[in-house]
């Protein structure tokens, strides 16, 4: 798993790429905690490059919406592939996630209230 970091119109754009697998599940959720606290409530997690999420991959994602949702901010996943989709809906986590084709359109998305 890769992560990389940047900032752009205070929003945090993290792009993860490989597996997030078990593995990888405990430097990922210090990483994203680290950036959600650091942050301004704005979080993008751009999922393009990853092939496969299993159950704790999962719950990293999870942590960081908890995270963020507790100190009143929004997290949208962008870039999400076939099989990343398929597991989300699988697990109903579409319902809870907003996600976006593209980080553009996610960045986009951030300066326009949710959508119930």
């Known amino acids: 798993m890769i992560q990389t970091h940047q ?10 790429s490989g597996r997030l ?14 950036i959600v606290e650091g942050g301004e409530g ?3 997690v751009d999922l393009i490059g990853v092939q496969f999420i299993d159950s704790s991959g999962l719950s990293v994602l999870i942590s960081a919406f908890k995270l963020i949702r507790a100190r009143e901010g929004r997290m949208l996943l962008s870039g999400i592939t076939k099989n990343v989709q398929t ?10 996630f907003e996600m976006f084709a593209t980080t553009e359109a996610a960045i986009e998305a951030m300066g326009h209230p949710p959508k119930a």
């Open 87 to 96: 597991l989300l809906e699988l697990t109903r986590l579409s319902e809870i």
């Open 7 to 16: 900032k752009e119109n205070n929003i945090d754009i993290v792009k993860i």
């Open 21 to 34: 697998v078990a593995a990888d599940a405990p430097e990922a959720r210090e990483n994203l905690k680290a």
């Open 42 to 44: 704005k979080l993008i």
